[in-house]
């Protein structure tokens, strides 16, 4: 068992795809009884979300999922080598950004970087999508 937020977590079961991320067959439990769950994680163990989401993700936009910080066990932003872009996404919205991507006024991101903000470079998309992600999150 692992506690992982205040829920005591049991994977039942692991099924692992060549496209990069794994399934696992969990109950979680937070002291009313244990629920049964399916959730996606990379193969290092950070958690993806929901199976759907896992396969958008990784298989169909290509997109190789990461954790915005080292503390964080959640992935919300991800590189797609095939597009030149970083993108970020909560349950709520996915966005993807690249060089040339610049920060309007009313955009999510404008919240933590100045508006004008141009990505120059992919180091830049991928703080737009940091800040993208963490706007929607």
Same mark, same amino acid.
């Given at each position: 068992?692992? +506690?992982?937020?205040?829920?005591?977590? %049991?994977?039942?079961?692991?099924?692992?795809?060549? =496209? &990069?991320?794994?399934?696992?067959?969990?109950?979680?439990?937070?002291?009313?009884? +244990?629920?049964?769950?399916? !959730? !996606?994680?990379?193969? !290092?163990?950070?958690?993806?979300?929901?199976?759907?989401?896992?396969?958008?993700?990784? %298989?169909?936009? &290509?997109?190789?999922?990461?954790?915005? =910080? *080292?503390? $964080?066990?959640? #992935?919300?932003?991800?590189? #797609?080598?095939?597009?030149?872009?970083?993108?970020?996404?909560?349950? *709520?919205?996915?966005?993807?950004?690249?060089?040339?991507?610049? %920060?309007?006024?009313?955009? #999510?991101?404008?919240?933590?970087?100045?508006?004008?903000?141009? !990505?120059?470079?992919? =180091?830049?998309?991928?703080?737009?999508?940091?800040?993208?992600?963490? $706007? %929607?999150?």
């Amino acid at each position: 068992m692992t +506690p992982t937020n205040g829920f005591e977590v %049991v994977t039942l079961k692991v099924r692992r795809y060549a =496209a &990069g991320y794994e399934l696992r067959y969990e109950t979680w439990d937070h002291g009313e009884g +244990p629920v049964p769950i399916t !959730a !996606a994680y990379t193969p !290092a163990g950070d958690y993806i979300g929901n199976p759907r989401d896992a396969y958008f993700l990784v %298989v169909k936009k &290509g997109i190789a999922p990461e954790k915005i =910080a *080292r503390e $964080s066990n959640v #992935c919300s932003i991800g590189y #797609c080598k095939r597009e030149w872009k970083w993108y970020g996404w909560s349950h *709520r919205a996915i966005f993807g950004f690249g060089i040339g991507a610049r %920060v309007k006024k009313g955009d #999510c991101a404008a919240e933590s970087l100045k508006v004008g903000f141009t !990505a120059k470079t992919l =180091a830049d998309a991928k703080r737009i999508a940091v800040a993208f992600a963490r $706007s %929607v999150s």
